[in-house]
């Protein structure tokens, strides 16, 4: 059974840097595209960002790109988020999320991603 838990949330400052962590476990990943969403309270679950684990293509939101970067280390079988300019629009539950043999279209799609982890804080403070 796979699981993903995450880790890493914080209060940071609007400006400032923070970096999530993903550990992925009790499956193989490499059919895997890894996928970061979050929930603001009152929101929809969004699409931040996403790995591809085989060819390590990475796909982003607009509103996140050129900010945050997607990585992973196949070694540890873990996944990151480094969250550089971090805005308080920014805060919300972020989640970690792995899909297998997804397509280009199905990347951004939360119904398409099988395994979710819990779920880690990330508060910006203005």
């Known amino acids: 059974q796979v699981q993903l838990v995450e880790s890493g949330g914080d209060l940071v400052q609007a400006g400032g840097s923070l970096n999530v962590s993903c550990a992925a476990s009790?499956?193989?990943?490499?059919?895997?595209?890894m996928g970061w969403f979050r929930q603001a309270p009152g929101k929809a679950r969004d699409f931040v960002a996403a790995i591809v684990w085989r060819d390590v293509s990475t796909y982003y939101a607009a509103s996140v790109k050129g900010r945050f970067t997607i990585s992973r280390d196949n070694a540890k079988n873990m996944v990151y988020l480094q969250m550089n300019s971090p805005k308080p629009e920014d805060t919300a539950v972020y989640y970690c999320?792995?899909?297998?043999?997804?397509?280009?279209?199905?990347?951004?799609?939360?119904?398409?991603?099988?395994?979710w982890g819990q779920g880690t804080q990330v508060s910006v403070s203005s």
């Open positions: 999320a792995t899909g297998f043999l997804l397509s280009r279209d199905a990347i951004q799609r939360a119904d398409r991603y099988r395994y």
């Open positions: 009790g499956g193989t990943f490499t059919l895997a595209t």
